[in-house]
């Protein structure tokens, strides 16, 4: 999977809302109840720990802040997923969400998701999917700005080779490059766009 860095509000955007909830309640006990038992009589401590104290509920507030985004994140896939909303809404999902999505899809599909074995390879593989004796290498791509180029194809045409696998797939927000699209059709690898992920997905499934 390609390397990407994210700060503790987007991993929490893209956990469970309950997460965050119950993270923003330990900070929120730790800092107001237990942190000025721990420094009584360091004065300098015990200052330092007030301080903390006293702005508790806002630091809480801020740790809680992801959780409504995350809860409706959720709510968002799961509707896609029962194929009550547009496909188009898939680029308003999160990372998280998207990449989750993607999953749901294929495992609503047949297939039985694993992460991939060699994640530093260049073709960035991020899951495989395996139905019988069939095996699909698939990358998806969130950004919503850049389209996927003729060298994540090679690269994804190349890993093919290496793994003798049957087919691979590029999932991509963004859209292809006309050269991406041509070097894609004389090979295993299919492209798929927002509208094409739409079309995997079975309505009634949740």
Same mark, same amino acid.
């Given at each position: 999977m390609?390397a990407?860095? !994210?700060?503790? &509000?987007?991993? =929490?955007?893209?956990?469970?809302?309950?997460?965050?909830?119950?993270?923003?309640?330990?900070?929120?006990?730790? %800092?107001k109840?237990?942190?000025?038992?721990?420094?009584t009589?360091?004065?300098?401590?015990?200052a &330092?720990a007030?301080?903390l $104290?006293?702005? $508790?509920?806002?630091?809480?507030?801020?740790? %809680?802040i992801? $959780?409504?985004? @995350?809860a409706?994140? +959720?709510?968002?896939?799961?509707?896609? =997923?029962? *194929?009550?909303?547009?496909?188009?809404?898939?680029?308003?999902?999160?990372?998280?969400?998207?990449?989750q999505?993607?999953?749901?899809?294929?495992?609503?599909?047949?297939?039985r998701?694993?992460?991939?074995?060699?994640?530093?390879?260049?073709?960035?593989?991020?899951?495989?999917?395996?139905?019988? @004796?069939? #095996?699909v290498l698939v #990358?998806?791509?969130?950004?919503?700005s850049?389209q996927? +180029?003729?060298?994540a194809? #090679?690269?994804m045409?190349?890993? %093919? !080779?290496?793994?003798?696998?049957?087919?691979?797939?590029?999932?991509?927000?963004? *859209?292809? +490059?006309?050269?991406?699209?041509? =070097?894609a059709a004389g @090979?295993a690898?299919?492209?798929?766009?927002?509208n094409?992920l739409?079309?995997?997905?079975?309505?009634?499934?949740?």
């Amino acid at each position: 999977m390609a390397a990407y860095r !994210e700060n503790l &509000l987007e991993l =929490l955007v893209d956990a469970p809302w309950w997460v965050s909830a119950a993270i923003a309640a330990a900070v929120f006990v730790v %800092l107001k109840f237990i942190l000025p038992e721990l420094v009584t009589g360091q004065s300098l401590s015990a200052a &330092l720990a007030g301080g903390l $104290a006293d702005a $508790a509920w806002l630091i809480a507030l801020i740790v %809680l802040i992801p $959780a409504p985004v @995350s809860a409706y994140n +959720t709510w968002k896939k799961d509707r896609l =997923l029962s *194929g009550r909303e547009d496909p188009a809404a898939i680029k308003k999902l999160s990372r998280g969400a998207f990449t989750q999505l993607v999953e749901d899809i294929y495992a609503a599909n047949g297939y039985r998701i694993k992460p991939d074995a060699d994640p530093g390879d260049e073709a960035e593989v991020d899951l495989i999917a395996e139905k019988k @004796s069939q #095996q699909v290498l698939v #990358q998806h791509r969130h950004h919503k700005s850049g389209q996927i +180029t003729p060298k994540a194809v #090679q690269a994804m045409i190349d890993r %093919l !080779e290496k793994d003798n696998a049957g087919q691979a797939h590029i999932i991509s927000c963004s *859209g292809f +490059t006309r050269e991406a699209s041509e =070097l894609a059709a004389g @090979s295993a690898v299919r492209l798929i766009d927002v509208n094409d992920l739409g079309k995997m997905i079975k309505p009634g499934r949740s």
